[in-house]
């Protein structure tokens, strides 16, 4: 997967450009495939658990638009289940059976009051955007059989499948993102490398610091946030780290 990812800080809302590899390891082409847009369920039950955080916003999410790379002709897309799950038609085109094709994909959702892993945390120190289950991803199928679910369950992701992440997102200078990976922050940019990794979890915040050490050669980035209980949370959790890779 690759990423280029945009936080509007001032409307809560994430805009996305995702380039997927597909890769075709079954023995037949595959001319349709499926995509999760996990905002799409996670957005309306938000709003509606969390009704006086939420209270006169309207909010939602879509995919825009998927087409395949080096073409302009959008193709066609058909929801299914909770709408968590996208159903898209290549129009004519295939993966034949060891072959792979790149699918371009533009989305956006937008980020409303709640918790977890999904959504925005606030307090009187700043902001905290969780940015775990905003992204589409391949919905992996097996011989006409889904390997994931057709139902998400709240906080758990149910990819089985591990992928590369090469990704850039754009937030103000004062938000530091924490993720997985080797990171690189260049003013507002922050570039992130990631190899196998079952799910893609990012954290973007105004008020959260890190920490880096080495432990045994591995390097370590401690993220915290900068409120209440700050001091000692730094303390045990790096004490947590440092004993976990010793």
Sequence with gaps: ?????????????????????????????V???????????YVPYLMSSF???????????EITSV?????????????????????????????????????EVRAWTDLPAGSARFG???????????????????EYN???????PPRY?????RNPMPADYNITIEVPEEYLVAGPGRITRNGNKTTIVAER????????????????????????NNYYLKVEGEKEYRKFSRQFLTDAFS
């Design 197 to 220: 990794l079952r799910d893609l979890a990012l954290y973007a915040s105004d008020c959260m610091g890190v920490d880096e050490f080495e432990q045994n050669g591995i390097r370590v």
């Design 142 to 148: 097996k011989d006409g059989w889904f390997l994931d």
């Design 67 to 103: 087409v395949i790379a080096g073409a302009d002709k959008e193709l066609p897309l058909e929801y299914d289940w909770d709408d968590t799950s996208v159903k898209v038609s290549m129009d004519g085109e295939s993966i034949p059976a060891g072959g792979s094709l790149k699918m």
């Design 51 to 61: 009704p006086d955080e939420n209270k006169g916003r309207k909010m939602s999410s």
């Design 1 to 29: 997967y690759d990423m280029e990812l945009i936080l509007d800080v001032e409307n809560d809302r994430l805009d996305e450009f995702v380039s997927m590899e597909l890769k075709n390891n079954g023995n037949t082409e």
């Design 31 to 41: 001319d349709t495939v499926y995509l999760r847009f996990y905002p799409n369920g």
């Design 120 to 138: 925005t945390s606030s307090w009187e120190e700043g902001k905290l955007y969780h940015l775990q289950f905003c992204y589409p991803y391949l």
């Design 153 to 157: 369950s709240l906080l758990e992701n």
